[in-house]
């Protein structure tokens, strides 16, 4: 049986393919992300460039010498690579559980085509199981959590949480904070989106919903690709 981190690596690396010379690549967050970036770089391309989506993958792709360029320095991007925390039903997807998932999304939305790429166990038969991050101004946030718990109980489901770490609250690359909302199953995703961003202290959530073209997933009988 394969361990899930070989499961990471091989979608990242079946993803490291799909690039070809002289296009311009949204570069994941994250550990899957990050199997990716190495696969990228290792195939010593001429001419690519990599948008970022955090500080982390940034630091990782200058380190292999991918060229950077900023997501407003390009037009669109042909083709971007990233993980996911779950992958339901018509690839919808939750992601942000590294925190990145507000420049995650402005990437993916500026992308002609999304690749998600993963393990087996983030398949689900619903989204939900991991706590949905929602990404917060820090301005008047004890507020917002009041909103988003009210949010959270229309939908049948407990209030989130401010995410803390060993080093005290969590902070992400843009100084917002993240909420996350437990809750075992998101029975309405598009619902659930669409009040969480009437919120005005949200800046986004981690609900991807529509936004995956495919998704190259690591199982134990290899990479297998699935479509909407
Ligand atoms: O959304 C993300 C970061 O914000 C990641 O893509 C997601 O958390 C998956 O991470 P990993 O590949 O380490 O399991």
Redesign the pocket.
Known sequence: MSSADDQ?RASGEAAAQLVENGMVVGL??????AWFVKALAARKLTNIKGVPT?DATAALARELGIPLVALDDVKTIDLTV????EIGPGLSLI???????LR?KLVWEASTRCVAI??AA?RVPALGKFPL?IEVVRFGHVHTGHRLADIAAEFDLPPPRLRTAERGVVVTDGGNLIYDMASGRIDEPAALATALKSVTGVVDH?LFLDLADEALVGTDDGVVRLVP
Do not use: N, Q, Y
């Open positions: 990471k994941g967050t994250g550990s899957t992300a955090s990233d993980g996911a925390d992601k942000g559980g590294g925190a990145a998932l995650e993963a393990d983030k991050p981690g």
